[in-house]
């Protein structure tokens, strides 16, 4: 069975920090990227960041750029995101997915139409 779990989330304050965890099981990790999604309230979803397992790629959107730093340790089938800096516009629920070989990232950005998806978890950022 293939599964995404996502941790990490909570309540900060505006220029605070949190990492989030995506925990992948149930496919070959080093064939897939996995990125990152938010979904802000009444908003639409956008794509945050990507890693390729493949060979480290990386992948930022430009309003999370030197913010947010995507790793992963293939060891342990785990990606993580660093958000520094955090703003009460961070404030989303974020999920991470997989999509099979490189990141999907165009000139719109991270597609998302991704194969795996986890629930999300949920980051409130205070002001």
């Known amino acids: 069975e293939v599964q995404l779990v996502e941790s990490g989330g909570g309540l900060v304050q505006a220029g605070g920090s949190l990492r989030l965890s995506c925990a992948a099981s149930g496919f070959t990790f080093d064939d897939y990227a996995i990125g990152w999604f938010r979904q802000a309230p009444g908003k639409e979803r956008e794509g945050v960041s990507c890693?390729?397992?493949?060979?480290?790629?990386?992948y930022y959107a430009d309003s999370m750029k030197g913010r947010f730093t995507i790793s992963s340790d293939n060891a342990k089938n785990t990606v993580y995101l660093q958000m520094n800096s955090l703003e009460p516009e961070d404030t989303a629920v974020y999920f991470c997915a997989a999509s099979g070989g490189n990141c999907p990232w165009g000139s719109s950005g991270l597609y998302d139409g991704m194969d795996y998806w986890g629930k999300g978890t949920l980051v409130t950022v205070s002001s």
């Open positions: 890693i390729s397992s493949s060979d480290g790629s990386t």
